[in-house]
């Protein structure tokens, strides 16, 4: 946590004032042009992967980057992907997977996530691509 807060500290000190400009229009709207969907692996950045601006990409994150079949128990995915397009007017969606991915490696052996109920369950949304 220390080094967290360190660099929450650093960035108000060092980073924030170069970029009054954006953070103040970034303040009062968004107009980023793509939905990101990518898994939530914390080796995957979707800005450095981008080299995108804050504002300039909407990302959606989840284990193993699934967006589940749309039904009328909708969920976080559901919402966001209907923000982006309708809210926001997104023009392009990307799905972004990853080398070595956990999530994937459990749909594809379910034997890994069997201790982790919630996971499981939740990987059974990919159960057609698998």
């Known amino acids: 946590m220390k080094k967290l807060i360190q660099g929450v500290h650093k960035f108000q000190q060092e ?19 793509t939905l990101f969907i990518t ?25 193993g980057n699934i967006v ?8 976080g995915e559901a919402a966001t992907i209907e923000f982006a397009v309708a809210g926001l007017g997104i ?7 990853h080398s070595n991915c956990g999530a994937i490696k459990a749909v594809l ?3 890994l996530s069997r201790n982790l109920p919630a996971l499981t369950k939740w ?3 990919a159960e057609t691509t698998r």
Not at 15 to 33: D, I, K, W, Y
Not at 68 to 75: A, F, I, S
Not at 91 to 97: D, F, L, P, R
């Open 15 to 33: 980073v924030f004032g170069t970029h009054q400009e954006l953070f103040a229009r970034l303040a009062t709207s968004q107009t980023p042009h």
């Open 39 to 63: 898994c939530s692996d914390s080796r995957i950045n979707p800005n450095m992967l981008t080299q995108a601006k804050p504002g300039e990409i909407f990302i959606l994150r989840n284990a």
């Open 68 to 75: 589940p079949n749309y039904t009328d128990l909708v969920g």
């Open 91 to 97: 023009e392009h969606i990307v799905v972004c997977g």
């Open 109 to 111: 052996n379910p034997e």
């Open 123 to 125: 990987l059974g949304h």
